[in-house]
């Protein structure tokens, strides 16, 4: 429905169904004239009262929104508290380092972020047209974003259609739908009026905002723009729908809260029973402090998002943007990918499949000789269809682009193919008569000169209207009577069955030129071709690698069911046995009841839906994300705008991609390559284990500094550990470690392994167990440290603190060496092969240096002058921790 109110000035009425409408009613409601159009003061009227012809950016985001963002994560919201604090109580050291290590992870996340929305501004370029209207009698060109309903705009091959308009004139007229249906085939247009409820992908009688014209011209009444379009509605359809928070942002937030609790049972108890047990109370807040700061990660929003930028910047070499970077992750949590057939699994090119003439078919997919067919291109039929191929084709043969029907290209490639150069064979025959492509004929047809005294008829259209006007047909080079009419129908039958679109062609000579109503008279038939948009190269291998990697890959299309059901044949998106195949159709979606247990079995086995809408789309999106599916959604065109919004990962494509999907999508591939998003999937699987990897080092060191603070002030032992060298200790020894886990290079069957289970938590119960012992076998080494150095060496509380410092330090920077699985072996494997692990080592114990060296960080860590004999013990104790562990590792009780 147009809801187009106040363009009557007389009553205002509301226009519904244009195409259901006489072109007379419609000029009349519109105030418009077909053959003058509007005057300016007309157009300025409804520029105000309608605004520009564009789809608002909603989904776009500004820079304020990228910063803001950043600071909407838990542990940002601890590391504020820990800081607040120590401002408080007058730590101010303690309180501006935790500041600074908030501006660290902000600015690195908003940086990346706006990196990839300034990539991606650059793709919103693409697509931006002007068009041409009728305005007081005289042709504009004008911005497409300066229309206005009632205008008259004007259509020929080449332009995008800038508004949802109402045919009135029309000439040859094709339009691809394909952005908008996902139809890969141009629909022919006309001008007849159609019945109210007709469906979209049938109003021949209208053109729509974003979609091509392919062959012959026309004119149309504007009866919506902006919003107002379908690619409008559809947008807003995407943005009425809820954003899905990617699976590492829901699971990092439940971590970050968890450890807000945990902080909070930790350290309320320990400040309130050391108040009650007769110690000052600012001793035990300043204690409560050194546990809070214990307790907190500071590490973990850096090393996350340095490593999710990592990934970010890896990818985007390889041309994959991703808009936000939780999104990388999301990549490798993906159980199924649904996917859209055009331009997607597909060339997006109308391919020279089958062959057919002289009784024989012959068939083939990317062919690059014509004795791939098992025929000869010198052969008489195989030489006119190759004529008939380049002479009876209306495609501009402009240098830097051909422009035309996709058929029409798909015929002049294969001829290209066979060798043979298309400008020059339409110099040397030139084209003296023609009878346009007829909507209602479904063919057309060329005279060409082709000898001094010979004139030859080209034509071409759909076979049963070039078959009534062929009285014969040539078979081995001899013309004969046609009367096998039911044997070629069936195989032009046999073809479309297969999902392929057919064209056949026949010929005449005569040695006068013909008159316009003779031409398609006693035509003799040469064969047929058959058309496929192809797979693309890469899809089967990659969607063996998807299967292998427990990833489910659906197609969902608005295109034909055969073709559909061709293509997934073709790429091996079906099962081998037939009897396990299913396919669906829009309206046998429309029949399910996506609740019932029948239906959901149903669609947990189909994987083709053809002829889906947009809301479809978004339906199934729906339906497998309730069946706890992390949904990978795949598309190009405004049709798949709501579902890729509502996906927990939403993939577009760059190049050919509309820029509404560029705008909904999460990831954008520049290449359009859907092997890019294997690779993206690779590096998000890595990222995770390696985040997981972070974690349990990160919570192991810090649990062993809470566990070693606590004990100690509980029995009076000299503090092990003071805030600001805990501070020293997260930012120092743990995150540059934890870092260096980021850069190595995975392990190698991580696209063997399935997807890990839906909700299934950062932090598994076997990885808290391994955090449990790493932080025990830790906490061990400084307790021990401290009550050898007060009891047996009798040392000062300074000396005890530095010993228990340096300890840690040896002891957290060892524990990197925990990380690998217990599978591996201890001393080859990913972290012990990974150059940066090393690197963070050397560089965490050269900062440690320094700041015992430098006078002013030394006063501000409390560090003092110890001698080797002291700082010996220290090594022994840190060693022995990597000792214990890996003990508990080999015996099974870690992973």
């Known amino acids: 429905m147009y809801n187009l109110p106040g363009l009557n000035q007389c009553d205002g009425t509301m226009i ?13 409601k519109m105030s418009s004239n077909a053959e003058i159009g509007l005057s300016p003061s007309e157009v300025k009227q409804r520029l105000t009262q309608y605004g520009e012809n564009t789809v608002p950016d909603s989904m776009q985001k500004g820079k304020l929104e990228i910063l803001k963002d950043q600071f909407l994560d838990p542990i940002i919201f601890i590391l504020f508290f820990a800081a607040t604090l120590a401002l408080i109580f007058g730590d101010w050291a303690e309180g501006v380092a935790v500041c600074i290590v908030i501006l660290i992870t902000v600015l690195i996340g908003y940086f990346m972020e706006l990196s990839a929305f300034r990539s991606l501004e650059s793709l919103r370029k693409i697509g931006r047209v002007e068009c041409s209207v009728l305005r007081r009698g005289v042709i504009t060109r004008i911005k497409a974003s300066q229309l206005v309903p009632g205008d008259l705009l004007l259509l020929e091959a080449g332009d995008v259609v800038a508004a949802d308009a109402r045919l009135i004139e029309t000439e040859s007229l094709a339009i691809r739908e394909a952005q ?18 007709t469906p979209i992908t049938e109003q021949k009688n209208m053109v729509f905002k974003g979609t091509v014209v392919t062959r012959g011209r026309g004119k149309g009444l504007v009866v919506a723009t902006g919003s107002e379009t379908e690619l409008g509605k559809i947008q807003l359809l995407g943005e009425q729908t809820e954003r899905q928070k990617t699976p590492l942002q829901k699971e990092l937030g439940k971590l970050g809260r968890w450890l807000i609790w945990l902080m909070l049972a930790f350290v309320l108890p320990i400040i309130v029973s050391g108040y009650l047990s007769g110690k000052e109370l600012l001793l035990m807040i300043e204690t409560g402090i050194a546990l809070a700061v214990a307790a907190i990660p500071e590490g973990l929003p850096v090393v996350t998002t340095i490593a999710l930028a990592r990934g970010m910047i890896r990818l985007s070499k390889r041309k994959v943007i991703i808009k936000q970077m939780e999104a990388v992750e999301a990549l490798g949590s993906t159980t199924i990918i649904a996917t859209d057939k055009t331009g997607t699994l597909t060339e997006d090119n109308m391919t020279v499949h089958s062959i057919a003439f002289e009784g024989e078919l012959h068939q083939g997919l990317h062919l690059q000789e014509a004795e791939l067919f098992g025929i000869k291109a010198d052969q008489k039929s195989m030489e006119l269809l190759i004529l008939n191929s380049i002479l009876c084709n209306d495609v501009v043969l402009d240098p830097k682009r051909w ?82 009419f039911e044997e070629w129908n069936g195989l032009i039958d046999e073809l479309s069955s297969k999902g392929l679109r ?11 030129l013909p008159a316009k109503n003779e031409i398609l008279s006693e035509l003799v038939f040469i064969g047929a071709i058959g058309f496929i948009d192809p797979a693309r190269k890469d899809v089967k291998d990659l969607i063996a690698t998807y299967n292998k990697a427990g990833i489910k890959v659906v197609m969902i299309t608005g295109d034909h069911p055969k073709t559909a059901e061709k293509i997934a044949e073709d790429m091996g998106l079906w099962p081998d046995t037939a009897e396990r195949r299913s396919s669906l159709t829009g309206t046998d979606l429309d029949r399910l009841d996506f609740t019932s247990k029948k239906a959901k ?14 809301k479809q789309k978004l339906d199934l999106v729906n339906f497998y994300q309730r069946q706890k599916n992390i949904i990978g959604m795949f598309g190009d065109g405004i049709n798949d705008v709501p579902a890729l919004v509502k996906a927990d990962i939403g993939i577009a494509m760059g190049l050919r991609g509309t820029e509404a999907a560029r705008e909904a999508a999460d990831v954008i591939l520049k290449d359009d390559r859907f092997g890019a998003v294997e690779l993206a999937i690779r590096q998000g ?8 990897q972070f974690v349990v080092y990160l919570l ?58 839906y909700k299934e938590p950062i932090m598994t119960a076997k990885l808290w167990a391994s955090t449990v012992i790493y932080g025990i076998s830790i906490t061990a080494a400084i307790l ?39 599978h591996l072996s201890f001393f080859k494997n990913e972290v012990t092969k990974n150059p940066w692990v090393w690197g963070a080592i050397v560089l965490s114990l050269g900062i440690t240096f320094c700041a015992y060296a430098i006078p002013v960080s030394a006063r501000a860590l409390s560090l003092v002058s110890i001698g080797w004999e002291e700082l010996k013990w220290t090594i022994l104790f840190g060693f022995s921790t990597l000792l214990l562990a890996q003990l508990m590792k080999r015996i099974g009780l870690t992973t």
């Open 685 to 692: 699987r890595i990222i995770y284990e390696h985040i997981r």
């Open 700 to 757: 192991s060191c810090n649990l062993a500094e809470i566990i070693s603070v606590g004990i100690a002030a509980s029995f009076n032992l000299p503090s092990p550990l003071l805030p600001l060298q805990i501070l020293f200790l997260n930012l120092v020894t743990d995150v540059f470690p934890a870092l260096a886990l980021g850069f190595g290079e995975g392990e190698q069957d991580v696209m063997a392994r399935p997807p890990r289970k």
């Open 403 to 484: 422009r035309g029907d996709t058929i029409d290209l798909g015929l002049l490639r294969f001829a290209k193919k066979l060798g043979k150069n298309p400008s020059y064979i339409r110099s040397q025959f030139p084209r003296v008569m023609e009878l346009p492509f007829d909507n209602e004929l479904k063919l057309m047809a060329t005279v060409n000169q082709t000898a001094e005294d010979e004139f030859t008829v080209f034509a071409k259209g759909a076979f049963e209207n070039i078959a009534q006007h062929c009285s014969k047909i040539l078979e081995k080079g001899q013309h004969r009577t046609f009367d096998n």
């Open 784 to 822: 021990g440290i401290t009550m050898f150095s007060h009891f047996e060496l009798e040392l000062p509380p300074e000396k005890i603190n530095n010993m228990a410092f340096y300890t840690l330090i040896v002891a957290q920077l060892l524990n990197i060496f925990n990380m690998p699985k217990r």
């Open 180 to 197: 908008l249906t996902g139809e890969s085939v141009a629909v022919e247009k006309n001008q007849q009026i159609l019945h109210p409820e």
């Open 502 to 512: 057919t064209l056949a062609m026949a010929y005449k000579k005569q040695t006068n």
């Open 601 to 614: 079995e149903v669609l947990l086995n189909t994987t083709v839906f053809s002829r889906a809408t947009p």
């Open 16 to 28: 519904q169904k244009p195409f259901s409408l006489s072109v007379k009613i419609l000029l009349e």
